[in-house]
Each structure stands twice: as C-alpha cells, then as structure tokens.
C-alpha cells in the first residue's frame, strides 16, 4: 500500500510547497461573456489586458479568468461578428465583471468546400464538411506519408514554482535558498510568475523509413540540472516525460496525464465535438486558411476545446493547432494544460510539425494561485526528404552511457537550441548546482528521499526501503529488519544488495545477500538489461506468494484478516541469466535450489496415509523464460526501474523442470504463461485485462503445485484474489481471467457533489478455473502430502472443479481525497469453504492524476 513510483511523491511535494499565498498586488478578474440579443454565453471570446501581451479565451460556457502582476486599468474583449469592448477595472484587486457583447452588422461569409465527389453530408454546415475533407486527407499530411524523412529535434522540458509570495523566501526555512527565489521569469507566460527549479534539454537527429517501418532517434547531446544523489534525476525526467508525452494531432487518440483523449481531427471526432467556422485568413504567400473552433458535445467527457487553422489548397492540412485540456474533465492537481502547434510549408506543398509546446499549470486547489508550472518545448529544423540511408542508419544500437554526450560545451548549445532560453531559464543549471552542494539542503533531500522513496542515500550505498524496517506475524512475532544496496558511486558493473532481519517469537535471524554483474557496461535498471545474478535467501514465506507481487514485510501489510499462520520457511540458491533486446524481447535462464520448511499451522508435512512425516522439502529446478512487451516504456533511473502501462500487450511464457539433482526430490515440468493488455474503450475510460494460464507435468505434493494467490490482507491488489485465504486452492492445470475497469468518473460526473469531489468509478471482475489429475490428488495417493486441516481436522485446502469456477466482483470508488481507492468486493463461489469471508471492504493508496 505504498505508492507505485517515487517521483509522484516529488510533485506531491511541490503540490505542499507551492501551498502559500500568491503574489500581493495582482489584477485578477473573472466574469462571463454573453451575447447582449439573446444573453446565450460565447465560447472563445478574446480577452485581454489593454497595453500587454497577457490574455485568455473563454470556456464552452463563456467564463474566463485573467490576471497580472502588472500596473492595468482596461480590459478588451474581442470576438469576430461582435463589436470590440474595451472595459475599465480596478488595479490590484480581485473583481467579477460580466461582458454583454453586441453583434455587429454585417455576418461573417460562409466558406465554401469544394470537392470533386458529391457532397455526402449535404445536410451539414460548412465547418462539419470542412473537418471530414481534413480527416480524409490525413493520411497524406502525416510525416509516415513518405518513404524516408529525416530530422533534427530539440526538446526542452521546464518545471518552474509558480507565483509563489514575496513573503516565502523571507521564511526562516528557505532564507538561505534567496538567490533560488530572485530568479524569476514574469514575461513567457502571462499572468504567470515563474522560478525554474528543473530544466532538461536534448537535441536528436531521427530517421523515419516506411518499409521496413522503423524509426531510429540518435542523441546528439543532452543536458539536464542534477540534484544530487538524493534525488535520481534521471528518473524524475523520465516520469516528467511521460506527463508530457509528444502530441500528434493526427492520430485518432493522444495519452496525456494517463488518460486518452481523443483527436479533434480523429477519425469520428464529428460524433463527439462540435464545430464552428470562426474566421478566414490570407498569408502573406496567398494562401488562404480557415480557422475552425471545436468544442465537446459533452463537456464531461475527456476531449480537447480550442482552434486549429486548416490550409484550403487541397491538402486540408493542419497549419496551427491550439488544444485546450477540457477544464471539466476528472483530473486532480491539473488546473489547466495546453497544446500549441505549429506547421511549416514543405518544398514540395506539404505541410510537417516544427514547433509543439505543451504546457500545464498544477495545484493542489483552483482557488490558491500558487503551484507547480510545467512545459515541454519540441521543435524540428533540417527535414531530409525521401532520401534513402543504408540499412545501418535505421537499427537502435545498444543504449550505452556516453558521458561526452551528456557534457557537451556551452557552444554546442548555443547552436543546438532552436528555441532560446528565457534569462531564468539560463540561471538555472547554475543556481541548481549551488543549491546540490548546500549541506541543509543534502541533509533535507535526505530526509524526503527517505520518507518517500524509502531510502537513505551515504555516496556508494543506500539504506532502505524503510517500509520493512518493522513488521509481524504470527509465526515470526515482531520483525526488525535492515537492508540496502549499493549504487552507480560504487560501480556501474557490479551491483550487491542484501538485508538482515529477526524474529523476536521464534527468535531465527533471516537473511538475504545478492550480486549482481552487468554485461552490456552500464546499470542493470536502464533498458536493454543483460546480467547474471547470484543469490541467497532465508526468509518466510506463505504459500503461493512467491512470485511477491506484493512485498510481505511492509508493514502496513502485517495487518490481515482470519488465521493467517500458515508459513514456509525457505533456504533459496539461485542463478540467473537476463537478456533484453532492443524490441523489447527478453529472455532468461535460471537454476534454483529450494529447501521449505512448513512452519505455523503446516507444521508438519504429512503424507496422506499418515505413516510418515518431513520437516524438509528439497527442490531442484531449471528454468528458461520469454517475454515480448512491444513498445513498452520505463521510468528508469540510477536505482529504479518501473514499467509504464500503456495500451500495448505484454506477453511472458515460463518453462520450469524439476531435476532430480542436488538434493532435488521430484522430477518434474510446469508451463506458466501471463498475458496483460490495457484497453481503452473512450469514453467509458479503460480496463487492465491479465489472462494466465498453468500446467504442472509430473506428481507431485502440494507446495509444488500451482497455489493460488489468495490475499487476507486489508489491501486491494489487483493480481490477487482479494477474498481468497492464503493457500485455499491448488491445481495442477489452471487458467484465470482478471479485468480491473476504471471508468474515471463517466457516470459520476453528471451527479454534481461527486463531480466536485472528483470520485472515480472502479469495477473488478476475476475468474479463475482449475483443477487435479488423478495422480496429484492426495486422496488417491498415500504418499502425497496431505492437504493442510485446521485443529478439528476440517481441510482448509481444496482443488478447485474444473466446471466450477473461483469468481469473485467488485465496485469501487477512487481518487477519495485525491489517492485513496476503496472497493467492495464480493466472493460468489465457493461459499461453503470453512473461515472464508464471503465479502468485505478493500483499501488501495495510489496518487495520480
């Protein structure tokens, strides 16, 4: 139950940080804009400070919200077909004006669409038939149109502190960090007072070729602000990363902030925005454009608002795009993001991306004007037209760390960048050094760094994760434990970690200690891996928990429900083989030795005739894996690896033997194979969906069976069966079905108090199917262990009926106070099993957006 990544817990500071008052003395007004004739709002109307450069557009309901920090006294209001209207207002204070805007006399001209077929959509206005002519045409506007393109890109992202008050750094706290707080940036963004603190930038050369398809991106040089071992800088650039994905208006769906939105230019965009031809407009060449306004059909669903300008030469190209993120959309901390994009004509009349900026301002509440700013800046210069490379020049060569890469002079920037740096944004790679090597804020970023990431950094190796410092359980009683591991200070090739921990009731040590040699040169959590790996554990374990899908010694898992004492414990030797491909497949090879001891309830394992009893069960194995996750993305850095969900499968198949080597007592051969896809299914929101199925060849007793992940604890994990005691049901053959569906907020948002709270609908279902062969039934075999019985002697494990299925349903609510998922979960078979709970309440913590 704690968070899935660390680097959200970075923003969720921030989000506590930037929780002061905002800048004394602003000019903040906010109002509607309304027709004077028929008083019906106007979306997208102008307005703008007189003498400056700071304005907005209303909303799909007229409203709007404007401020400065500067000296103002008007307000002009702008919109094509009403007359201008300049209005005087107050300096420095906070106001409401409502604007009535009369429309002028003379209407704006419909443009006329031209095509060569017959109109299909006679019917239509002119805007509806206009956005058809551009969807058609979309295949020949995209950069895949082409047999080979080639570019450079420069890609700028910048996280800044906004509009934080004069009085913060006059704080006791941060008197010392003054020259942070003095470099701000007022002019960028109007309305908007900014403090760099994070600035990454990276210049890429990237070529395109249709057939083969691949597409290959060559760093030429990178640059980023380094905070220091107490924070994993590189990491927190790939999760800003991925909040910041590349926008491409012409595919039908765009993931931001983890949700998919769909393309006002999508295929059946028509069905779900509404369209409005707002002006015509001639360049300086001749050309003419058409601005075109689009709006939701449903302003609750998760879609964009905003302009973009089509070309009327017979490409019906996108020349400029401004998206607007839905403001009624359920999205915590966003208080509103947009994109802007430009296109430049093409020597041969097409048109292709050469500026896109994507920007958000966050916050923990709409009414503090306090927060966190972000953008992403992504520009593209030097494009190289269906000129053919050898085949060489579209292959990913393996990732190595180059570190002239990273270092290049000041020079090469300068000629890098094609979207220059504001004089803030110049401070800051400066301003962040001085502040690494200020002792108080090492000694703070430690303390963060531990109380969220779960670790002490000391250079060469780090303490943690504190998570499992302290725990229980029945049979281990209170638990200490110490671990840690060491870092890229201490080698890049070679890796060791390891822990030691004690039980105060059967008062035993357990331990683990592991070594890990990286082949390919650099660190074993950055993509493509390839190492081998050495290890040796003591631990306990319960059954069927060992593939740790959860992480049994955090402590806010020794919490559970019914008897929970049935434990192993486990002596493991293990050898292992990983090797990760540029495609993103993989393979690994392994040999496990493994000793379980039953402890708790199980002791001891018995066979079914009961003539003979073992304290021990020795098991040798082989294992060869193979995994293929097309596509799949990572948040990666010195220390941490995680995968980042997206709506490609990922696939795994696992061959397990059984040798009869070592001390092994069976010979045996298991097949598991998973597979997990995340469906979106817009506008219903989207389903995570995991299939698994196994096999077990050979006989064999039951800890070496296929036991099913049941969960007594309070917490809901997805991959477990959330009301299925721990070792409740072994099979030897099983397949399984698990669909987690999140609808974020489709029916909520249209009941107004859960609209406001942001509550977000969830609903499970999970099946599982299973059984035994004859000859891995106790029953009809004495000399198998006999299936676990409580002290009466009713059994309290079972196979499952191969007609008769393990199901079990839930519905929930997510995104209470912002992080807190709760689910009522109900068990529907199975129901007549002894101690079995037949519902229950379900907690989930997990901060997103």
Same mark, same amino acid.
């Given at each position: 139950m704690i968070f899935s990544y660390p680097y959200k817990h970075l923003l969720l500071i921030l989000f506590l940080f930037t929780g002061v008052s905002a800048f004394a003395q602003s000019t903040v007004v906010t109002g509607t804009v309304t027709d004077a004739a028929n008083k019906q709002p106007l979306p997208f109307v102008s307005v703008a400070f007189t003498g400056?450069?700071?304005?907005?557009?209303?909303?799909?309901?007229?409203?709007?919200?404007?401020?400065?920090?500067?000296?103002?006294?008007?307000?002009?209001?702008?919109?094509?077909?009403?007359?201008?209207?300049?209005?005087?207002?107050?300096?420095? &204070?906070?106001?409401?004006?409502? #604007?009535?805007? +009369? !429309?002028?006399?003379?209407?704006?001209?419909?443009?006329? @669409?031209?095509? $060569?077929?017959?109109?299909?959509?006679?019917?239509?206005?002119?805007?509806? &038939?206009?956005?058809?002519?551009? #969807?058609?045409? +979309? !295949?020949?506007?995209?950069?895949?149109?082409?047999?080979? @393109?080639?570019? $450079?890109?420069?890609?700028?992202?910048?996280?800044?502190?906004?509009?934080?008050?004069?009085?913060?750094?006059?704080?006791?706290?941060?008197?010392?960090?003054?020259?942070?707080?003095?470099?701000?940036?007022?002019?960028?963004?109007?309305?908007?007072?900014?403090?760099?603190?994070?600035?990454?930038?990276?210049?890429?050369?990237?070529?395109?070729?249709?057939?083969?398809?691949?597409?290959?991106?060559?760093?030429?040089?990178?640059?980023?602000?380094?905070?220091?071992?107490?924070?994993?800088?590189?990491?927190?650039?790939?999760?800003?990363?991925?909040?910041?994905?590349?926008?491409?208006?012409?595919?039908?769906?765009?993931?931001?902030?983890?949700?998919?939105?769909?393309?006002?230019?999508?295929?059946?965009?028509?069905?779900?925005?509404?369209?409005?031809?707002?002006?015509?407009?001639?360049?300086?060449?001749?050309?003419?454009?058409v601005q075109l306004s689009f709006t939701p059909r449903n302003t609750n669903n998760i879609l964009f608002e905003g302009d973009i300008f089509i070309t009327l030469d017979g490409n019906y190209a996108v020349q400029k795009a401004a998206l607007i993120v839905n403001s009624n959309i359920n999205v915590n901390f966003v208080r509103s993001m947009n994109i802007d994009q430009d296109f430049?004509?093409?020597?041969?009349?097409?048109?292709?991306?050469?500026?896109?900026?994507?920007?958000?301002?966050?916050?923990?509440?709409?009414?503090?004007?306090s927060g966190l700013f972000g953008s992403r800046t992504i520009a593209r210069r030097d494009f190289v037209i269906n000129k053919p490379r050898p085949d060489t020049t579209y292959l990913t060569p393996p990732e190595v760390d180059d570190e002239e890469l990273r270092n290049r002079p000041d020079s090469f920037w300068v000629?890098?960048?094609?979207?220059?740096?504001?004089?803030?944004?110049?401070?800051?790679?400066?301003?962040?050094?001085?502040?690494?090597?200020?002792?108080?804020?090492?000694?703070?970023?430690?303390?963060?760094?531990?109380?969220?990431?779960?670790?002490?950094?000391?250079?060469?190796?780090?303490?943690?994760?504190?998570?499992?410092?302290?725990?229980?359980?029945?049979?281990?009683?209170?638990?200490?434990r110490l671990g840690g591991r060491t870092t890229a200070d201490f080698s890049k090739k070679i890796f060791f970690e390891g822990y030691g921990a004690y039980g105060f009731k059967d008062e035993r040590w357990k331990y683990f200690f592991a070594t890990?040699?990286?082949?390919?040169?650099?660190?074993?959590?950055?993509?493509?891996?390839?190492?081998?790996?050495?290890?040796?554990?003591?631990?306990?374990?319960?059954?069927?928990?060992?593939?740790?899908f959860i992480q049994e010694d955090n402590v806010l898992l020794s919490f559970k429900r019914g008897r929970n004492d049935k434990y192993y414990y486990n002596d493991q030797y293990r050898l292992e083989y990983v090797s990760e491909y540029a495609?993103?497949?993989?393979?690994?090879?392994?040999?496990?030795?493994?000793?379980?001891?039953?402890?708790?309830?199980?002791?001891?394992?018995?066979?079914?005739?009961?003539?003979?009893?073992?304290?021990?069960?020795?098991?040798?194995?082989?294992?060869?894996?193979?995994?293929?996750?097309?596509?799949?993305?990572?948040?990666?850095?010195?220390?941490?690896?995680?995968?980042?969900?997206?709506?490609?499968?990922?696939?795994?198949?696992?061959?397990?033997?059984?040798l009869k080597v070592l001390d092994g007592q069976y010979k045996y051969h298991k097949l598991d194979f998973r597979g997990e896809k995340r469906f979106y299914v817009a506008p219903f929101g989207f389903s995570d969906v995991i299939l698994e199925a196994s096999k077990t060849y050979g006989q064999v007793p039951y800890p070496l069976l296929n036991i099913s992940r049941g969960n007594q604890t309070f917490a809901y994990v997805i991959d477990q069966y959330n009301l299925m005691n721990f070792l409740e049901f072994v099979s030897d053959k099983s397949a399984s079905i698990i669909i987690d569906h999140h609808f974020g907020g489709f029916f909520f948002n249209k009941i107004p108090l859960f609209k406001k709270l942001k509550w977000r609908e969830t609903a499970s279902f999970k099946s599982l199917w299973g059984g035994l062969s004859n000859e891995n039934t106790p029953a009809l075999n004495p000399n198998l262990y006999r299936f676990p019985a409580d002290n009466n002697g009713v059994p309290i494990t079972y196979a499952l009926q191969g007609n008769r299925p393990y199901t079990e349903v839930s519905a929930g609510i997510e995104n209470i106070f912002k992080f807190i998922r709760l689910d009522y979960v109900r068990r529907l078979t199975y129901l007549e099993n002894p101690d079995v709970a037949k519902w229950g309440i379900r907690v989930k913590i997990k901060f997103d957006f």
């Open positions: 400056t450069t700071v304005g907005t557009n209303t909303d799909n309901n007229g409203k709007f919200a404007i401020s400065t920090s500067r000296a103002v006294t008007e307000l002009k209001i702008t919109y094509l077909g009403y007359q201008e209207t300049v209005i005087k207002i107050q300096p420095g &204070k906070e106001q409401v004006i409502n #604007i009535r805007l +009369k !429309p002028t006399s003379q209407s704006l001209k419909e443009v006329t @669409v031209q095509s $060569k077929k017959r109109a299909k959509y006679d019917n239509e206005n002119p805007a509806v &038939k206009l956005i058809r002519q551009v #969807i058609a045409n +979309k !295949p020949k506007n995209r950069p895949e149109a082409y047999n080979y @393109v080639e570019y $450079k890109e420069y890609d700028k992202m910048q996280f800044s502190l906004s509009n934080i008050s004069e009085k913060t750094k006059e704080r006791k706290l941060f008197r010392k960090y003054k020259f942070i707080f003095e470099n701000k940036d007022s002019t960028t963004y109007p309305g908007k007072t900014l403090l760099p603190i994070y600035l990454k930038e990276r210049l890429t050369q990237v070529f395109y070729r249709k057939n083969p398809e691949a597409t290959r991106d060559k760093i030429l040089g990178e640059k980023s602000v380094d905070f220091g071992p107490g924070f994993d800088t590189e990491g927190i650039g790939q999760y800003f990363q991925h909040l910041y994905v590349k926008v491409d208006i012409y595919d039908n769906d765009i993931l931001l902030l983890g949700r998919q939105f769909l393309s006002p230019i999508s295929d059946n965009a028509p069905t779900f925005y509404k369209y409005f031809i707002t002006d015509t407009i001639t360049l300086e060449t001749g050309k003419k454009l430049e004509l093409s020597p041969d009349g097409r048109y292709h991306l050469s500026r896109s900026n994507t920007f958000a301002d966050f916050g923990i509440s709409s009414k503090r004007k000629k890098a960048r094609y979207d220059t740096l504001s004089t803030a944004e110049s401070k800051v790679y400066k301003n962040i050094d001085s502040l690494v090597h200020m002792p108080s804020f090492r000694r703070t970023a430690d303390i963060v760094n531990l109380l969220f990431a779960g670790f002490k950094n000391f250079g060469k190796f780090e303490v943690g994760p504190a998570s499992t410092f302290y725990s229980f359980n029945p049979v281990e009683g209170f638990r200490l890990t040699y990286s082949l390919n040169g650099k660190s074993i959590y950055r993509f493509p891996q390839h190492y081998i790996r050495a290890s040796i554990q003591r631990e306990t374990k319960i059954p069927g928990q060992e593939l740790q495609n993103h497949f993989s393979y690994k090879i392994g040999l496990r030795n493994l000793i379980q001891r039953p402890a708790g309830s199980l002791i001891p394992f018995i066979n079914t005739a009961g003539t003979q009893t073992f304290d021990k069960l020795t098991t040798s194995e082989a294992t060869i894996g193979f995994r293929y996750a097309p596509n799949e993305q990572f948040y990666q850095g010195k220390l941490f690896r995680a995968p980042i969900i997206n709506q490609y499968p990922k696939l795994s198949l696992e061959y397990t033997a059984g």
